[in-house]
C-alpha cells in the first residue's frame, strides 16, 4: 500500500534547520515512490502475414512492459508472452509475435513495470496474423520509367526488378 507523502516539512526559524528540514522531507519522498500505481498503456495491434505487432504508448518512469496474450478477451492468466524493455526516448514501444501459422484471432494485454511496482493490465485488444502465403500485389508490372515512359496506371512507377537476361 503507498505511503502518504510529507507536504510540507515542520516549520524553524532557523534557516539552516529549515533546509535540513526541507532536504529530508524531500529525501523520504524519494525512497517510498510514488503514492499511486503505474498507469496501463494503450494497446493496439497490426496484422502481418504470420505475425501480429503489439503496439503500446510509453508510460512515464516505466523500467520494463509484461506483454500477455489469450484465446478470449479476458485478464490474461499466469506467465507473461513476453517482458520487453522500456523504450524512454520514445512515445511509443512494441513487440513482434511471430510463428503464428492461423489466422485466429488472439488478444494481447501489456501491464507497465516500474521500480515501484505494476500497473493494472491493460484492455484486451484482438489481434490475428495475416495468411502467410498471402499474395502481395505490386503496383504495377510495368518498369519504372521503361522506354522512356512511366510504368503503371496513369504514368505512375511501378514496381521493378531486373532479371538476368532483360534488357530496359
Do not use: C
Request: a neutral charge.
Amino acid at each position: 500500500m503507498p505511503v502518504q507523502p510529507y507536504i510540507n516539512p515542520p516549520y524553524f526559524d532557523d534557516p539552516n534547520q529549515q533546509n535540513w528540514a526541507s532536504w529530508l522531507t524531500k529525501a523520504v519522498n524519494d525512497l517510498q515512490g510514488p503514492t499511486v500505481a503505474p498507469i496501463p498503456p494503450q494497446v493496439a495491434t497490426i496484422s502481418h502475414p504470420g505475425a501480429v505487432q503489439i503496439v503500446w504508448n510509453e508510460v512515464n518512469q516505466a523500467s520494463a512492459y509484461a506483454v500477455y496474450e489469450t484465446s478470449t478477451a479476458i485478464q490474461p492468466p499466469g506467465v507473461p508472452i513476453a517482458t520487453v524493455a522500456a523504450n524512454m526516448a520514445a512515445q511509443s514501444n512494441s513487440m513482434m509475435r511471430f510463428n503464428l501459422n492461423d489466422t485466429v484471432t488472439r488478444y494481447y494485454s501489456v501491464v507497465t513495470i516500474t521500480q515501484w511496482g505494476r500497473s493494472a493490465i491493460s484492455t484486451p485488444v484482438a489481434g490475428a496474423a495475416l495468411a502467410v502465403a498471402a499474395t502481395v500485389i505490386p503496383v504495377s508490372n510495368v518498369g519504372v520509367n521503361k522506354n522512356g515512359v512511366g510504368g503503371g496506371t496513369g504514368g505512375g512507377g511501378g514496381i521493378w526488378s531486373i532479371q538476368p537476361g532483360v534488357t530496359l
